[in-house]
């Protein structure tokens, strides 16, 4: 037991713990969060895929109330009769389409006979680096849109919104955030204008179909919690070998020694025994 006790040392005690820590964390975070992701990315491409060949349906088809989310629906072109409500308008920033900075118009739409509906207008480029260029204000009276459904965002985290300019701006097109701010009860999901729309600005383009690579980086996540403790045995083995043959070396060079002492210790010949050594003994 004694030869294993090196394996109970801080150093080594430290080791495990580092990579029995690592090892959890790939395979409870690390490897799901890629995989949630790629996941996520697949949903959405076969999303894009089915909304380009569908005819689109009337919006209160799919959002019946005014607390209605259609998650399983997004991208799904939807048409809707209403009208705008320009006074709650507001601005997300900080946003890129087709990697050049923009704002995104976001404005209320009152549907008839159905819920308010936050309408994603199209996006305007900024003026004089990062300041809100003049937007054409929406149409007044009723009119007929045709928009594609989208989920709303997450609320980006320790960025508030704020108003500039008598316009409010936020970081994330989040429906329940933007009804409390503008005080427009507004349904789940929202909905982001195709071309040729009345009220419609810039396009924002759709997505590019691809999956990413976060299923390959899934998949490296796991085999990295798989090899850390197999590396750990494979340091194990290479010390208990180091340290085999660091003893059978001391063994040796004891050995030797104890040889070359009972060598020198042994009692010195005799004239006759020196002679019988070279001539041979006599008969």
Known sequence: MRRWAFLLRPQWLALYVVVLAFAYLCFTVLAPWQLGKNTQTSRENAQISRSLDAEPVPLTS??????????????????????YLPQSQVLARLRQVEGDPAFEVLIPFAV????????????????????????????????????????????????????SDGIQQVYSINTEQISTLTGVPLAGSYLQLVADQPGGLGVIPLPHLDAGPFLSYGIQWIAFGIIAPIGVGYFVYSEMKARRADREAAAAAQARAEDASATQNAAPLTAEQKLADRYGRRR
């Open 62 to 83: 799919v959002l019946p109330n005014q607390d209605s989310t259609a998650p399983d629906e997004q991208w799904q072109q939807v048409t809707a009769t209403g009208r």
């Open 112 to 163: 008839d006979g159905g819920p308010t509906v936050l309408v994603d207008r199209g996006y305007v480029e900024p003026v004089n680096g990062n300041q809100v260029p003049t937007i054409e204000p929406p149409p007044t009276g009723t009119v007929t849109i045709t928009a594609r459904l989208r989920d709303p965002e997450g609320v980006a985290t320790g960025k508030d919104p704020f108003t």
